[in-house]
């Protein structure tokens, strides 16, 4: 099991990283919040964005870049089930014409991250099939 005082980064419509922004500059710490989980201690920043707003994709880049410079990034999480990710990296992949013109903010984190920690991000979404069924 692999220590957890890195930071787990989950992109969300958000982002999870570390309990200590203090690093971080003001103007990625706003519309943001910082924790330790309860049960594991492994800090968390989530980060709230816009999806598909080039603000949202520059600023979480710029939150991962800036917990992997500084070796503190453990894994990256995003907001997505298996199905609607294969999708997404389908139709959009790094240097497509579409990803040129509708770049967003979970492949951006995943890609950013994947320098940093040598793995794939974690997806953490219920499955667009589960969901479906219920509506």
């Given at each position: 099991m692999?220590?957890?005082s890195k930071i787990t980064a989950l992109c969300f419509g958000s982002l999870f990283s570390p309990a200590r922004t203090w690093a971080l500059r003001p103007d990625l710490i706003r519309q943001t919040l910082s924790f330790r989980d309860r049960r594991t201690?492994?800090?968390?920043?989530?980060?709230?964005?816009?999806?598909?707003?080039?603000?949202?994709?520059?600023?979480?880049?710029?939150?991962?870049?800036?917990?992997?410079?500084?070796?503190?990034?453990?894994?990256?999480v995003v907001e997505s089930c298996d199905l609607r990710w294969k999708l997404v990296q389908k139709t959009q992949p790094a240097g497509s014409c579409l990803r040129a013109v509708l770049d967003n903010e979970f492949q951006a984190a995943a890609e950013?991250?994947?320098?940093?920690?040598?793995s794939d991000a974690i997806l953490a979404d219920e499955d667009?099939?589960?969901n479906d069924a219920r509506i």
């Open positions: 692999r220590a957890f201690g492994v800090p968390v920043h989530i980060i709230g964005t816009m999806h598909y707003n080039p603000h949202s994709i520059a600023k979480t880049r710029a939150i991962i870049r800036s917990y992997g410079e500084s070796d503190r990034l453990g894994s990256v950013a991250g994947e320098g940093f920690t040598g667009v099939g589960d």
